[in-house]
């Protein structure tokens, strides 16, 4: 974020609804939801509100639901608390980071293990041809240089 002043606010509005979600909600829709990020932006007037749900697909969609249904009293409650002169519109959305970075811990792991695969190989590798295939002169027979080219 470039607005200093946004950042400060999107960490407020991430605390405020941490606090109000884990006091808990009459909606029992509502699984176990983490804040992970807030983004504001810069007039302050939107603020998208990402989170995890632990659970199940259905868990996520239900959440997701309870989450939207709530938008209104949490925004009010970010209003109250927030103090500024207009309340951000809070817009949820779910974070898809964390299976982004398992999928990326999948990736890793294949890579890991096509590298030990490849060290394997290489131990036991030959050269295809000479050790040395580069091309040197002649050592005359007396060992005192290199032939005289004819």
Known sequence: MSNPRAGKVAERIQQIIARRLEKGLRDPRLGFVTITDVRVTGDLQHASVFYTVYGDEQELADSAAALKAATGMLRSEVGKQLGTRLTPTLEFLHDELPETADHLNELLDEARRR?????????????????????????????SGPDPVE
């Open 115 to 143: 590298d030990a695969q490849a060290q394997e190989l290489a131990a036991g590798a030959q050269y295809a041809g000479e050790a040395d295939p580069y091309v040197k002169p002649r050592e005359a027979e007396d060992g």
